[in-house]
């Protein structure tokens, strides 16, 4: 038969077949099994393969063979072929998994006996582990590649976490479609979650801006029907949406076991009745990693109204943001960053990798923002903004005074003078001082009407010691007070450094150090907040 048109694309003969059950993450979805899977053209050369309420296949048709893009289950093997030869007489060479689950790569056994089949690392790592699953992809790949068959380029694209940490995109640049697998689906309930599979909800919204980079008008879900590019912007504020509600239940008490019962989806076109996958499979992990991120980010009110948001990160590395603006200082990749916000504004404090990271910088900074390096790290980052000690400028809308950072205690590691930068900023009409690798210098004290202060302590050798900075927290006299660039020995632990010289740590344990800091503060009217800086290595 002919049918027409389709979220406006072209649909080509739709053949019938029986059917193989339909899932999403894993679990069976939508109740009674569909009658049917079609298939339909997309754009010359590119077809979809439908599964109503369930799977979606891509299939890109060249004069030297198919690459395909998932393959449902095992007994879908024979129809999937069955479809595939009504549109093309050429064989299937290559396979796409685009995550592990059994309903995207149920047919990988029976297709590895004529096909080569690529996926993700991660995703090989979860077929291969302790719950193996049949066909893992023999070629993987960590951040991208592509397959060139018969004239057509297809890329694969790992752009960050969120259905699961091996989530590939399949993007036909010369068709400008984009394959993403099961980072959207078009479904009618709540899209779930893999948290056993390394999946994350606050890591999903910005790997979406990541698939958004890319230039496409048409979308091949991992599940539903082909959509454009604005479902999979709808899809991603919808994303937002629930997070946001999520996070204002949280906020007002409301227990794991009740929030469901008062989570408003349906103005969203999604279920969340006790048979979705979300609700059986990841809810519970939903609101925990919302909870645990609402007790990590920090809140500072603003001049204008509503709240500075603090989120600190690895070691050095924190944002800070208010509305739409965000910034950034010293991303450090060991962190995870894909839950991050893209950076309005970026400042690094020193040249080592844990402060100027290239890698971190790429990937959080929007399209033009300005990045504030000191003279030394322009040599590492030569599109950096370089910014004196003692020299001003507003950045992105954000007020941002370089402060001298360095060493007052000789003794190698050297922090000289002019080298390194401490930078205060004036965002929502509140002063907030990153004071850098530094003791407290002279020019850190001139400082005046500090709102939030963000100071090292445990700088080899014994300097800023927990009663060192409490002393110079006390002159300095900020409202709020935050301990960072504490725990050297993790740092050396993460990036495989030697560790730091016997003595640097002046207590027993890092955990002693930050009590005695606390209690040097007490009765001091400054609001100490002490965060763990180092839950937020990469896994």
């Not at 349906?266 to 645990?292: C, H, I, M, Q």
């Not at 910034?327 to 962190?335: G, K, L, M, T, Y």
């Amino acid at each position: 038969m002919r049918t027409m048109t389709l979220v406006g694309l072209v649909v080509a003969a739709a053949v019938a077949v029986t059917l193989g059950q339909g899932r999403e993450g894993g679990g069976r979805q939508g109740g009674a099994p569909p009658a049917q899977l079609t298939i339909q053209q997309v754009k010359p050369g590119l077809y979809a393969i439908l599964n109503p309420g369930a799977n979606t296949l891509a299939v890109r048709v060249t004069n030297d063979g198919v690459i395909l893009v998932d393959d449902m289950f095992a007994q879908n093997y024979d129809q999937i072929l069955a479809l595939i030869k009504s549109v093309t007489d050429q064989p299937v060479k290559y396979v796409i998994s685009t995550h592990h689950h059994g309903d995207h790569t149920g047919g990988n056994a029976q297709f590895l006996k004529t096909a080569q089949i690529i996926g993700h690392k991660n995703a090989r790592a979860a077929m291969t582990g302790a719950n193996p699953l049949p066909g893992a992809p023999p070629l993987t790949y960590t951040v991208e590649a592509a397959v060139n068959l018969g004239g057509a380029e297809v890329q694969l694209h790992h752009v960050g976490r969120g259905h699961t940490n091996g989530d590939t995109i399949v993007y036909f640049p010369d068709l400008r479609v984009m394959a993403t697998g099961d980072l959207f689906v078009v479904l009618p309930r709540v899209p779930t979650i893999d948290y056993a599979g390394g999946g994350t909800t606050l890591g999903w919204v910005p790997t979406l801006d990541n698939v958004l980079k890319f230039d496409f008008d048409t979308v091949i879900p991992g599940h539903g029907p082909v959509a454009t590019r604005a479902d999979l912007q709808r899809f991603q504020q919808n994303m937002r949406t629930i997070q946001t509600r999520t996070r204002e239940l949280i906020k007002q008490g409301v227990p794991k076991d009740q929030y469901l019962s008062r989570l408003k989806v349906d103005d969203l076109g999604w279920a969340l009745g006790p048979e979705t996958l979300f609700v059986r499979n990841a809810s519970g992990g939903f609101y925990d990693e919302l909870a645990k991120d609402e007790a990590r980010v920090g809140r500072y009110p603003a001049v204008p109204g509503g709240d500075i948001l603090i989120t600190p990160v690895l070691h050095a590395s924190v944002q800070v943001d208010y509305r739409d603006t965000v910034v950034q200082v010293d991303p450090w990749s060991a962190a995870d960053l894909t839950a991050l916000k893209k950076a309005s504004l970026i400042l690094v404090t020193d040249d080592p990798n844990h402060h100027l990271d290239p890698k971190a910088i790429a990937f959080l900074r929007q399209p033009g923002a300005p990045v504030v390096v000191t003279k030394k790290a322009q040599a590492g980052f030569a599109a950096g903004v370089p910014l004196a000690n003692g020299r001003s400028t507003t950045l992105a809308g954000v007020r941002v005074e370089s402060i001298a950072a360095y060493d007052l205690t000789p003794g190698a590691p050297e922090h000289p003078k002019g080298e390194a930068s401490g930078y205060l900023i004036t965002l929502g009409g509140r002063r907030i001082l990153f004071a850098g690798v530094t003791e407290c210098v002279p020019e850190l004290l001139a400082l005046k009407d500090i709102d939030v202060a963000f100071m090292p302590m445990n700088i080899p050798p014994k300097r800023m010691t927990p009663a060192a900075v409490a002393d110079c927290v006390k002159k300095l006299r900020p409202k709020v007070v935050y301990l960072q660039h504490y725990d050297n020995g993790t740092v050396a632990a993460i990036t495989g450094a030697p560790a730091p010289a016997p003595g640097w740590l002046t207590m027993p344990t890092v955990a002693d150090s930050l009590q005695a800091f606390r209690n040097a503060l007490s009765g001091s009217g400054v609001e100490v907040r002490l965060p763990d800086w180092y839950a937020a290595a990469a896994k």
